[in-house]
């Protein structure tokens, strides 16, 4: 650079340290000059990044705040992440109404946005990806160190249940019509081959990992949903009733209720998706519970299992003497 100006009649001079580039062992001063703030400038540098990783790994969110949440700093004068209402609820709704896999993102992300989220449908997708949500803090790779989970210092918003959850309808792993489980014994079978391929040299050491990761991630899943199932059964009793007086004011509940409820109210009756060109609508399949609630009195007449007469009414009088003699009675 120095050639092209001094090519260009320029004769560039440091003010604080002026060198006389005629000599030519003033060159060798002057590259030492200009590489010193560099070296400052990357020593500073790498003191951030190393700082703000600390700061991860120690759980505090190094950045302005995500949607659901507030910067604020403590009375100690540390900085962390509090969830900020209303849009705290409306994320976490969100997650709720993603993890049925009954309404894609967009829909999921309109009706948000109608209730007072704000928030891009870009922002929007990156936020369901997100993991601070259910309290973890994502560090990214660094060299030789692998990214990884720390556990946050900030509140959750969520469960990491229902985070797996999103992401596995979001992923489209999840189906609506069950979920598959695998059999734990197949885990370490998958890690003991891998390993054996891996010794014998037929499986590189990245695809070893890569296997080994998904292996883990499984075991985490099943995990969370074994504990699901050994948790505390909670009582039905009120949710039974609740569900009764749904039933009975069914139609009072669809008639004054919003866009939203009577949705939901269709398509628990009809669970296919309904197909309508403009004219008319293709008949499609009914609940087999809604479908036992309106049948008929005719219908159920012939179904109803009526008892015989003849053969189980008890007589209330004695019957005639046949062909035999009586008998004398005590």
């Known amino acids: 650079m120095i050639s092209i100006l001094r090519g260009l009649g320029i004769e560039p001079q440091a003010i604080e340290q002026p060198l006389d580039l005629s000599i030519p062992e003033n060159k060798l001063m002057l590259a030492i000059y200009l590489s010193t703030s560099e070296v400052e400038n990357d020593r500073r540098a790498l003191n951030v990044i190393r700082g703000m990783r600390k700061a991860r790994k120690e759980g505090r969110w190094?950045?302005?705040a995500p949607i659901g949440y507030k910067n604020i700093t403590t009375e100690g004068g540390k900085k962390m992440i509090v969830p900020k209402e209303p849009q705290a609820t409306l994320i976490k709704h969100a997650f709720e109404k993603i993890a049925t896999g009954m309404f894609s993102t967009e829909q999921i992300w309109k009706v948000s946005k109608a209730n007072g989220l704000k928030c891009c449908k870009n922002n929007f997708?990156?936020?369901?990806?997100n993991p601070v949500y259910y309290g973890k803090i994502f560090i990214p790779k660094y060299k030789d160190e692998e990214s990884q989970l720390a556990t946050g210092l900030?509140?959750?918003l969520i469960s990491e249940k229902l985070y797996k959850e999103v992401q596995d309808v979001m992923d489209g792993r999840k189906q609506k019509q069950g979920i598959k489980i695998f059999s734990p014994d197949e885990l370490p079978l998958r890690i003991r081959t891998a390993r054996e391929l891996l010794l014998k040299g037929d499986l590189d050491g990245a695809d070893y990992k890569t296997v080994k990761i998904e292996c883990e991630e499984q075991v985490g899943r099943l995990e969370i949903k074994l504990f699901d199932v050994s948790s505390p059964k909670i009582n039905i009793e009120n949710q039974l009733e609740n569900a009764v007086n749904v039933l009975l004011n069914l139609d009072l509940l669809y008639k004054n209720g919003e866009i939203g409820?009577?949705?939901?109210?269709i398509g628990s009756i009809f669970p296919e998706k309904?197909?309508?060109?403009g004219v008319q609508h293709r008949t499609t399949?009914?609940?087999e519970a809604v479908s036992i609630i309106c049948l008929i009195s005719s219908k159920l007449y012939s179904k109803k299992k009526w008892a015989n007469d003849v053969e189980t009414c008890l007589p209330t009088r004695?019957?005639?003497d046949g062909l035999e003699p009586s008998t004398k009675r005590l």
Do not use: Y
């Open 285 to 287: 399949r009914v609940n």
């Open 318 to 320: 004695v019957g005639h």
């Open 261 to 265: 409820l009577k949705r939901e109210i």
């Open 125 to 129: 997708l990156v936020t369901m990806r």
């Open 62 to 64: 190094m950045a302005s």
């Open 154 to 156: 900030h509140q959750p």
């Open 274 to 277: 309904l197909s309508f060109d």
